[in-house]
Structure formats: C-alpha cells, structure tokens
C-alpha cells in the first residue's frame, strides 16, 4: 500500500533563512505521525507545505497520492486540517459552525453525531469567543473530522491549554486513530509525542535529526536510566560491585542516584532492590527515573528542549 | 449553491448580532428621521425648495446608511476575518472564495435594503409622505448605490495592512462624507466652497440619483452620478478581486 504521505528533499526558504531543509519522510496509513521540536523548527511549515497552503522551494510531496500545490481542491476534500492560528466569527455559536462547515463538503460525517462525541453538546449554544482553549480545539477536531477524511492534519493542538485540557484532548486523538483515520501532528511537547505517536520525527534547525518510534528513540540512544532514593547513613563498601553491569553510584548527601545504561537484561530497580532488602539497608523515597524524549532531543541537540 | 445559503444565512445572524452594526443601519436612521421630523413635520424646511422636508430626508438618509453600510461593516468584517484567521480556517476547507464574498454582499445589501424601507414605511406611515418617482428606477439606482459604496469597503479592507488601519480609514472617510454630501443635511443650505469640495465625495452622488429618482426625474437626468458610481463599481470589483488574500 502507498504512503498517506511521501515527502523527499523538502525545502523551504524565507528571504535568507532556510526554514525547512533536506527534510524526508513517509506517513503510513493508519498511524499516528509526529513532528516534534522547539518553535522555529520548521514543524508547521512541513505541515502547511503538506496542506498546500505553501508553496515549497524544492522536493516532492505527495499526499494521499496527489501534489498539494497543483490539485489542493483534492486534499481539502479528503483530508481534515486544524491549523495553529485560526479562529471562527466570535459570535458563532458552536452548532452553527458544525453546520455551516459541514456545507462545504458534498458528503460529511454526521455533525450532531461529532459533537456529541467530543463532549460539545452542553456548548451547543455557545458562542465561539466564550469557550474555552480546550473546547475551541475540541471545536477544531470536531471541523477536521467534518468531511470523514482519510488523513487528520494537527497543528500544536495542546499549546496553551492546562494539563487536564491536554490529557483530554490526547484521548480524542487516539479515538481518531481508532476510527481507522491517519494523523499526522506537529508538537513541542516531547511527552505529548512520546504519549502520543506511533513514530516520531524530532526536528531541530528545519532538518530531522532523528525519526523512528519513541521506545526506539530511547532505546538507541543508549540514554542512562536513573534510580533515586534516600538513605539513612551510608552505603556499604562494595555495593556497586554487587550490582550487573556498567554502573555509577552518585551521592548527594542522604540521596543516592545509580546512573545505568537504558535497555539491560535485569531491569535495574529490581536489582537495587533485591540488593538492599538483602543487606538490610533501610531505604526511603526510591523512585526511577526513565529516559525520555526530552533526553533524547538533549543528547541529539545537545540543548534543553524549552517552550 | 448549499454552503452559498448556509454562509449567507449565518452572516445575516452575525450581522444582527453585532450591536454597533445594527443599530447604525436599522435604528439610527430612524431616530434621525423622527427627530427630524419633530422638528419640522413634512413642511420644507427653511429656505429649500418646496419639497416636504421629511420626503427630502428619506432618500439623503438612505444615502447615508449606504455610506455607513459600505465604509464600516464591510471594511471592518472582512478586514477583521483575515486578521483573526477566519479566512485562513476557511481555506483549508473545499469552499470557494467567491462565496465567502458573495455571502457578505448579500447580506449588507439586504440590510441596506431594510434600513431603506424602513426608512420609507416611517415616512408613509407617521408622515404621509409623497413618493413621485418610479420604484423599479429608484431600486436600480438604491442598487448600484449599494454595490459601489459596498466596492469600497471590500478595497480598503483589501489594501490596508490591518484590521485596525482599515477601520480608521473608513472613519475618517466616512465622517466627512456624511456631513458634507448632503446626506446628513441639505446641501443647499451650505456654503458654496463646501458644496465645491463635497463634488469630490462619492457620497454626493449617492444624494443626487437617490434624490432625483425620488422626486421623479429619470436616469437620463443623472448619468453624470450613475457614471460615477458605475466607475466606482468597477474598480471595487477589480481591486477586491487582485487585492483579495486569504491571511
């Protein structure tokens, strides 16, 4: 089966700055799809290219089999698009919109139907301005699934909501991928992509530095895993030694954090343990500490991730 | 043909529901006329021709919603669509830019059109008054009027960088044009230095084929008004259509 979207050699410049460069990747049917990184990465202007709504300066897309640019008419019939700024008429009422967008396609999801599945219908009556960022986006995923389209764009749908909003909003998307439909999104939330997508691409200057499934991600890059806890006094002689593998033991104070490399064959908390119920060792506050994507953009970039 | 209804429907719900909007086109003409009209009645004002005052006011009030009609909403609604990114949501949907337009005009014409009658059912009703032209003549005139007042709004919203230039614009185009053409008062009673420079506004012309066409004189009597706002129309389709952007 093709692709849902093939991109080779993407590139797109603004005046003397490259925004995107050299940037390739594939969507399959089915999948959830992110593009992760800071802001001015080059995140949404691979998604607008995608969209049609740029022109790129070089490369080839294709998206559900046709060029954006040449038969865009095709894509805004088949493929639903939530975008990062937009807004509706702030004295829309959330059914109008529904229904007014829902005139646009010949043939559409039932929108009453929509709204009630993502949790609108007491904001039936509601004007747009008097909702809140989590349901405008609900509002927006409900508009972008309006034509039942084959493919979902996704914009940095969680940016400026709360955590709950947030949470919220990752469940509905995983009810679209259940509804058989592709989504492709764009985030500069690491958790949010590692939550969410099946695969991920981190990129960072307008070019990929990293692309395959979170779980690979970490896994690959070798990034340490951490167990912390505190102590009442001091670890005995020797402790390290008795522990499997390439480790470090680090303490500060009362608190002791044992670096290992990710992906051993004994998960290492169940070692620790193991080690100190055996030699009696009175310990408190033990917690592990994963690697995540955050460490893997850290480690790729050598820069923190920041907002 | 369906999302043409659809937008239109909506618009007009929009429309009423903006406030400021409303009330310039369906209220405050009518308490302009009332108190107006408490002044004088229908008898011709102080040193106007015979005409009943009230008879003059409807057709220069209309004037004057066409000219607040085009100026702001127009201007303000479309500006204000691309700014918030209305039009950019719009776009990643199949529907046509044209219906987006269309919906507008039909909307802010048919406002205008009730603001007109209701203008013209005030004066029938509390002042009797005496309408002497031919309907179909003074709807084509009210029409173009309309189209070519709406042509300028769809220009400023289109060359002005923001919602909030445009708005000002329109303002200061607006208010000027509203006292001097003759819409808010006889043109007559001003000065002839004024009554030169209000030539150079198109509201004037408004006045003078509503006026006409009013009292009874036909379209030949004004194809000096009617080649204006003709021109005027033209270069509001031309320029809205190569200004028209979507962000």
Known sequence: MDPIVQVEGLRKVYGSTVAVDEVSFEVHDGEIFGMVGPNGAGKTTTIECLEGLRKPDAGYVRVLGVDPQRDGQILRLRTGMQLQQSNLQDRMRVWEALDLYASFYPKTADWRELMAQLG??????????????????????????????????????????????????????????????????????????????????????????????????????????????????????????????????????????IHANNGRKVPLVSEVVNLLTREEIPFRDLRTEQPTLEDVFLSLTGREMKE | MKSLLKMTWMEAKLFLREPVSSFFTLVFPLMMLF?????????????????????????????MIIGMIGLMPVTITLAAYRENGILRRLRTTPVNPLVVMAAQVIVVFAMTSVGMLLLITAGKVVYHVRFAGNAFSLLGGFTLASLSFFGIGFILAGIMPTARTAQVVAMVLLYPMLILSGAAWPRELMPATVQNISTFLPLTYVVNLLSGLWIGEGWGEHLLDIAVLAGMLLLGIVVSVKTFRWE
């Not at chain 1, 989504?183 to 695969?199: G, I, S």
């Not at chain 1, 990929?208 to 979170?214: E, F, K, M, Q, Y």
């Not at chain 1, 499997?244 to 033991?249: A, H, Y």
Request: hydrophobic share 40%.
């Open chain 1, 120 to 257: 609108l219908e007491e904001k039936r009556d509601t004007a747009f301005s008097k909702l809140s960022g989590g349901q405008k986006q609900r509002l927006f995923i409900a508009l972008a699934l309006l034509p039942d389209p084959q493919l979902v764009f996704l914009d940095e749908l969680t940016t400026g909501l709360d955590p709950q909003a947030r949470h919220a909003i990752w469940d509905l998307v995983r009810d679209v991928k259940a509804r058989g439909k592709t989504v492709l999104l764009t985030t500069h939330f690491m958790e949010e992509a590692e939550r969410l997508c099946d695969r991920v691409a981190i990129l960072d200057h307008g070019r990929i530095v990293a692309l395959d499934t979170p779980e690979a991600l970490i896994r690959n890059l070798g990034v340490e895993e951490r167990i912390v806890f505190n102590l009442n006094g001091k670890l005995p002689e020797g402790f390290e030694n008795a522990l499997s593998g390439k480790i470090r033991i680090e303490t500060q104070g009362d608190r002791v954090i």
């Open chain 2, 35 to 63: 108190i107006f009209g408490s002044i004088y009645g229908n008898n011709p004002p102080p040193g106007s021709n015979s005409q009943g005052a009230i008879e003059a006011l409807i057709p220069a009030f209309t004037a």
